[in-house]
């Protein structure tokens, strides 16, 4: 990096500005450890072929003879060197034979530049020294108590643990080299050549050490020239070939290497061949063995690894300025840029804090700050080399971190939380470089839409809350970040609950436990990511929210029925909501949109709606339950007259469930039974209805009673007196009814005592529903979720439906008792009797005594509610059942203008039987309903001419032209008035006159008796058809 050798800033560091923004703890003391390899964190910086065979220890003497070799002069003086804090490139330095030498004494502890720019500690603060450090320095590196003061070269031998033989070796041998060779660059020397060739077994303490050292320098040279070339070889090339031959060949057995030896002049032929290529094909002054890539990487890694104290590793020197700048003089054989130096100084310093047990806070800092100079050369830097060993570093240093931070909850505490912002600052940082200045995407979209640190900070929170989640969920009873006494709890509800399909109780100490996390999150870790995320805390407990809404959404589902547990849990779910949402509003108080990205986030868990629909769900259980029994208990009601003063036992039952509903919903263990509560009438209402319903199916109607309209007809002039003497001839036209009268009357259920009994239960059913509204409001004052305003609104307190079908059903019922009794029980007395052959002799006294017996016993039947109401029906059917005869009875029927006199003296014993001398209806009722019977009397007095007049008037008024040539034949309307022309004509077929007979053979040839019809049209007749029929005509 740039600025190891620039004038810096004393006194400031990463380190001193982040701590300000970390939480306060106590600082850890040092601890001295021993360096072990991160066997999780292979280098980046790429790994040697396996055919290299090389070991760090290998590497690391090769690496320092590269660094005795930068640092000696182009001359044969003792080697030399002199410091130049100023110059970035080796080729800046002078060589001056006064200048101090790598023997100078480093006697002095001044402050390193280095170290204070990083905020790094000094090493040995107590019993250890790092070497260097002279006896009185107390605050200089020291390698204990020394009587001689240490040189660099000296320092740096023992700091890559290099012996003093074989580093008296190869200064001898660097010694030999540069006399022979005198004015050359060091870079145009293959230094492994040159000591095989200048150090001789004499030189070695024996063989095997000698063919040790002779086979690494070997594998060295293939390595650098054969392995791992700076350009790429050709596979044809002779000299590679060559090379590998004589490399192989000496690895079994060692070779001679005096200077005239035959195989190493060859091997030294072909190497500086290799050694000297360009990327042009020439040849080149400077020769290439130790700068290809990855080897230049991990023998400059090696270099960089000296400058930390051996004795306490997590210390970096206080020479390191001085290693630093003779390091430096490397990079010309090693290949090393500026660049190079810092993306690999800051792998080193980051290695360096994961291998030493991450105690040291000031390496994380110093990498961080280190990666400050790497992002500036990452966005300057187009060379692919640098390029791929850069996304190669940071991604294992990102990787690294974000395996931490990605389950934060499990890897800080607050024994370690001090080591989280610096691992968060470096994680960031790497991530950045990775994102803004090698992904091809972010250069595709604009930078405003890309904010990496707020990204990965938002990652990490909702993995590490998900990850924190799932070990506290009910499901992972294995795991848990929480303490143990809350397990122990959670544990001993889960054994309570383990033969239930769904642990409740469990659910509900989970919602505590994350509301604990939540506050821990808050308290803890989003102070500090808050550096990098505004809306930390916001994020987290949406995140939470989000993971609890799945579990309680799962609960809910599975539950069927509400029970004090589920309550439980639910109202746990309910303020841990309301924890979550305060949290997330307190975040987001600096918020440009106050928030309301961070609640879209947090659907609600309606833990309320959630008990409401279980409510709703007992509700619907207890409706389905009550309409079964309903089905049940009415096929078995009997509907005897004589039993609970008359009216049905199952309405008691009835009305029995609905209060043991209502005390059983009163005592649910809810907050919201007002809310709820025009649910449960609803049901009510609707299986009241339901039994209503039920209880007039079948009863029929009006329609179901009242007979088929004959054809019309015109009478036979004197057939009256044809038949007199004999025995009355059977009506060709045998009244007709609807089918459903043969069921009625084969069913004792439906005779009339028995459908007084369901008019009287379903008058008793309508007078208990305001019984049962009063207990509701009773009910309602003693709940203690009731408020004032739920009084308020009475509607959603009442039954609207069963009412209104109670007085539907009694009216229908009513009906169907009057038009029964009167054209089915009567019938044979009315239909079949009134009137049949001549008038006088067939009048209505038979009917009205029967249908006195029959008000009699309704009268003594039926609830006095209702008992007017019926005889009205009665008195109404019976006044369309006279009025049927007059008009409708068929050809057995036959009236002269003499007869009205007995018609109208009928209608009136008719009208005093239902007055009954003022103790019967009110003679303003009985007017009322016999309008149209007085309004139609009249026409049977009226002579036949004037009645065919008026027919034909009314006719044309009714049809207009259309209607002069022909007169249509009117259609039955049901509707009689005197004004109508069915009704006229009516009146005119059952005339007993020659001019009614003739105008009704001419104007519509109308038959004199009916003919037998074919079965289609008995099918209509029976299915209720009303209307004229007409049969062929003779």
Same mark, same amino acid.
């Given at each position: ?85 100023? %110059? ?34 000094? /090493? ?150 290799? *050694? ?8 080149? $002054? ?6 290809? #890539? ?141 994102? $803004?200045?090698? %992904? ?225 919903? #009163? ?68 009244? &007709? ?150 008009? *409708? ?96 004509? &009516?009146?005119?077929?059952? &005339? ?14 109308? /038959? ?27």
């Amino acid at each position: 990096m740039a600025h190891l050798f620039r004038d810096l800033s004393l006194g400031h560091s990463k380190r001193e500005s982040a701590a300000a923004a970390a939480t306060s703890v106590p600082s850890k003391p040092t601890i001295t450890t021993t360096t072990r390899p991160a066997a999780d964190l292979p280098s980046p910086l790429g790994q040697l072929s396996d055919s290299a065979q090389l070991t760090d220890s290998d590497l690391r003497l090769t690496a320092y003879e590269i660094f005795v070799a930068a640092c000696r002069t182009s001359s044969g003086k003792p080697l030399t060197f002199v410091p130049s804090s100023n %110059s970035d490139s080796p080729t800046n330095h002078s060589h001056s034979p006064s200048s101090p030498a790598l023997q100078r004494s480093l006697t002095s502890a001044a402050a390193s530049k280095v170290k204070k720019a990083f905020g790094l500690k000094s /090493p040995g603060s107590g019993s250890k020294k790092s070497p260097g450090s002279g006896s009185g320095s107390g605050s200089g590196s020291g390698l204990g108590k020394s009587k001689k003061a240490l040189t660099v070269g000296e320092l740096m031998r023992i700091q890559m643990k290099v012996s003093e033989a074989m580093d008296s070796r190869v200064r001898r041998a660097l010694l030999r080299i540069a006399a022979g060779q005198v004015g050359r660059r060091i870079e145009s020397v293959v230094v492994p050549l040159e000591l095989l060739q200048q150090l001789k077994l004499s030189d070695f303490t024996d063989s095997q050490e000698y063919d040790a050292w002779q086979k690494r320098t070997l594998k060295v040279l293939e390595a650098g020239l054969l392995l791992h070339p700076r350009l790429p070889l050709d596979r044809a090339q002779n000299a590679a070939q060559r090379v590998r031959q004589i490399i192989h060949g000496a690895l079994g057995r060692p070779i001679e290497t005096g200077r005239n030896n035959e195989s190493l002049q060859v091997l030294r032929s072909a190497v500086m061949t290799l *050694a000297s290529r360009s990327i042009d094909g020439s040849l080149t $002054e400077s020769c290439h063995w130790a700068d290809g #890539f990855p080897l230049n990487l991990r023998l400059y890694e090696m270099l960089l690894e000296a400058c930390f104290d051996v004795n306490d590793e997590t210390s970096m020197l206080d020479e390191v300025d001085e290693l630093m700048e003779h390091i430096k003089k490397t990079w010309g054989i090693l290949g090393i840029n500026q660049v190079f130096h810092n993306i690999c100084f800051t792998w080193v310093l980051f290695h360096r804090f994961v291998a030493t047990g991450q105690v040291e806070m000031d390496l994380i800092y110093a990498a961080d700050s280190q990666l400050e100079e790497v992002a500036k050369d990452a966005k300057t830097t187009k060379d692919p080399e640098y390029s791929e060993v850069l996304s190669s570093t940071l991604t294992s240093i990102m990787g690294w971190a974000e395996k931490r931070l990605l389950a934060y909850h499990e890897t800080f505490d607050s024994d370690n939380i001090e080591t989280m912002q610096g691992i968060v600052s470096l994680g960031v940082a790497a991530a950045k470089i990775l994102v $803004e200045d090698i %992904s091809n995407e972010y250069r595709r979209r604009r930078k405003s839409e890309v904010n990496v640190a707020r990204d990965r900070i938002d990652t990490y929170i909702r993995s590490s809350l998900r990850t924190a989640f799932a070990q506290a969920s009910p499901y992972y009873p294995s795991l848990s970040v929480f303490s143990m006494r809350r397990m122990e709890q959670a544990d001993s509800s889960r054994r309570a609950s383990k033969n239930q399909p769904n642990p409740l109780p469990v659910l509900a100490i989970l919602a505590k436990d994350v509301g604990e996390l939540a506050v821990k999150e808050k308290r803890m870790f989003s102070p500090i990511l808050k550096r990098w995320h505004p809306f930390a805390a916001g994020v987290a407990v949406a995140t939470l929210h989000v993971c609890y809404g799945n579990e309680i959404k799962q609960f809910i589902s599975g539950i069927t029925e509400l029970t004090p547990d589920a309550v439980q849990v639910l109202r746990a779910a309910d303020k841990l909501e309301k924890d979550l949402v305060q949290i997330a509003v307190e975040d987001s108080v600096e918020c440009d949109d106050g928030g309301k990205a961070i609640i879209r986030e947090m659907p609600p868990f309606e833990a309320e709606a959630a008990i409401a629909n279980l409510v709703k769900m007992w509700i619907r259980t207890r409706v389905d339950r009550l309409k079964e029994w309903v089905d049940r208990n009415l096929q078995q009601e009997v509907w005897n007259p004589q039993e609970n003063e008359g009216y049905a036992p199952s309405a008691v039952e009835v009305l029995r469930i609905f209060d043991e509903t209502l005390e059983a919903y #009163f005592r649910l263990p809810i907050p919201m039974h007002p809310s709820l509560l025009p649910d449960l009438i609803a049901g009510l209402d609707r299986c009241l209805q339901y039994y209503i319903t039920k209880a007039k199916s079948g009863c029929g109607s009006r329609n179901t009673f009242v007979p088929t309209m004959p054809a019309l007809t015109r009478c036979s002039i004197g057939s009256k007196f044809q038949g007199f003497g004999k025995k009355k001839e059977k009506s060709p036209n045998p009244p &007709r009814r609807n089918s459903q009268v043969a069921t009625l009357n084969g069913d004792n259920s439906f005779g009339v005592p028995q459908l007084c009994v369901r008019i009287n239960t379903l008058q008793q059913i309508r007078s208990e529903i305001e019984v049962v509204e009063k207990r509701v409001i009773t009910h309602l004052r003693n709940s203690e979720s009731a408020q004032v305003e739920d009084f308020s609104n009475g509607l959603e307190k009442k039954f609207e439906l069963s009412p209104a079908a109670c007085v539907e059903g009694i009216q229908q019922l009513c009906e169907a008792v009057a038009y029964k009794i009167v054209f089915h029980d009567l019938s044979n007395v009315l239909w079949d009797g009134l009137y049949v052959g001549e008038a006088s002799s067939s009048r209505i006294d038979p009917f009205l005594q029967e249908l006195e017996k029959n008000l009699l016993i309704i009268s003594n039947t039926l609830h006095e509610r209702v008992r007017t109401r019926i005889i009205t029906d009665i008195m109404r059917a019976s006044l369309d059942g006279f009025l049927l005869v007059l008009l *409708a009875g068929g050809p057995s029927r036959a009236f002269s203008r003499q007869d009205s006199q007995i018609i109208e003296d009928d209608y009136k014993s008719l009208k005093d039987l239902f007055w009954a001398n003022g103790d019967g209806l009110p003679s303003e009722l009985i007017d009322k309903f016999s309008t149209t019977v007085r309004g139609v009397l009249p026409l049977f007095r009226t002579d036949t001419e004037s009645l065919i007049e008026r027919f034909r008037r009314v006719t044309l008024e009714t049809y207009g032209s259309s209607a002069r040539s022909k007169l249509p034949l009117p259609p039955t309307s049901g509707q009689w008035n005197p004004t109508e022309p069915n009704t006229l004509l &009516r009146v005119l077929c059952y &005339r007993n006159d020659d001019a009614a007979s003739k105008f009704l053979k001419k104007t519509y040839n109308l /038959p004199k008796k009916l003919k037998e019809v074919g079965l289609p049209l008995k099918v209509a007749l029976l299915n209720g058809v009303v209307g004229d029929i007409l049969v062929d005509r003779p």
